[in-house]
């Protein structure tokens, strides 16, 4: 069932902004909750998750909710302060938005939620992690299984919930391909650490399409890996970057110990990794555009 009026979180970043885009092309109404109000072709309903305040206008005609909101894991340091913001950004707007469809009348069916593969922790190269396969306990493991908790409170509302765990996301507008293409155009790129830990990777428009996937199909519910068929090593996806930008890596890999002399504990965001399995999503009748590491990037840097 195609939605009529879908109603997103964090509409303004980088996935919701690219999903608002698709949505409306298949001629799905869009609405937007955000800390200022504004009126357009997007409206944009307030919340303040510090105060428990919720626009009800928001939820006026939406029959499914896109929930998107949190705090970047990279965009600063991870301080202690920052490190709860990371936590708070995401358990606090679950709640609010499973206290707010408890508490007042809607017709909301389905909430898609935005996950993350933290939840598995980091592995070795050989070890694949399903959805099935048990959490991590590191600092980002401990957000995924706290976020994904609060959000299972909404499956007990009985509204049809699906939790997407979103793994590298490929996009020419920002995150981890923008930052990685950055010394690679100066002819400076080089592999992170030792190169080899695996990056579970996802082109940002089959990432859309997978979130549009579960708003029309029934049949999908609960936890899918938002990651791409075919992981691939820092190593092999610094040389992707580099062959789209027509560049050459010449440089020997940046030290794992100068990147956590730089980072600290976000250091873990790139000198570890994990090989995520995309199987599950596929059975459900999901069919990947960019399987292959060298035409995602390609598509997203061509100039």
């Known amino acids: 069932m195609i939605p009529k009026r879908v109603l997103i979180t964090g509409g303004s ?7 608002t885009g698709l949505l409306l092309s298949k001629g799905i109404e869009v609405v937007h909750l955000g800390r200022r109000e504004r009126k357009g072709q997007i409206p944009v309903f307030t919340w303040d998750i510090e105060k428990g305040l919720f626009d009800l206008r928001a939820l006026a005609g939406v029959d499914a909710i896109v929930h998107l909101a949190g705090a ?62 048990r959490p991590g306990k590191d600092f980002l493991a401990e957000v995924v299984k706290a976020w994904e908790a609060e959000a299972e409170k909404i499956s007990e509302l009985g509204i049809r919930l699906v939790k997407i765990r979103i793994g590298i996301v490929l996009s020419a507008e ?9 010394p690679v155009k100066w002819n400076v790129g080089a592999p992170l ?9 996802i082109h940002i428009d089959d990432l859309c ?14 936890v899918y890996n938002g990651v791409s068929p075919e992981p691939v090593s820092n ?34 965001l790139v000198l570890k990794g994990s090989r995520v399995s995309a199987k599950k999503i ?15 990037v390609k598509d997203l840097l061509r100039s």
């Not at 970043?13 to 999903?19: D, P, T, V």
């Not at 340091?77 to 609010?96: C, G, M, N, V, Y």
């Not at 610094?238 to 789209?244: E, G, K, M, P, S």
Request: proline share 3%; glycine share 10%; net charge neutral.
């Open 13 to 19: 970043g980088l996935i919701g902004s690219r999903l």
């Open 72 to 133: 970047g894991i990279a965009d600063k340091p991870w301080t202690a302060r920052r490190k709860q913001e990371i936590l708070e950004s995401r358990t606090q707007s679950t709640a609010l938005l499973h206290k707010t469809l408890r508490d007042n009348p809607h017709q909301v069916t389905t909430v898609v939620c935005a996950s993350a593969i933290g939840y598995y922790g980091f592995g070795g190269s050989e070890e694949t992690f399903e959805e099935s396969s």
């Open 174 to 182: 920002g995150g981890a391909l923008k930052e990685m293409a950055k």
């Open 193 to 201: 650490g030792k190169g080899t830990q695996m990056m579970s990777w």
């Open 209 to 222: 399409r997978m979130f549009l996937f579960a708003l029309e199909n029934q049949a999908i519910d609960g």
């Open 235 to 268: 190593r092999e996806l610094t040389y992707a970057v580099a062959a789209a930008l027509g560049k050459k890596i010449w440089l020997p890999p940046v030290p794992g110990f100068a990147l956590k002399l730089l980072l600290g504990e976000m250091a873990d």
């Open 282 to 296: 596929i059975s459900a009748g999901f069919d990947f555009r960019f399987k292959d590491i060298e035409a995602a």
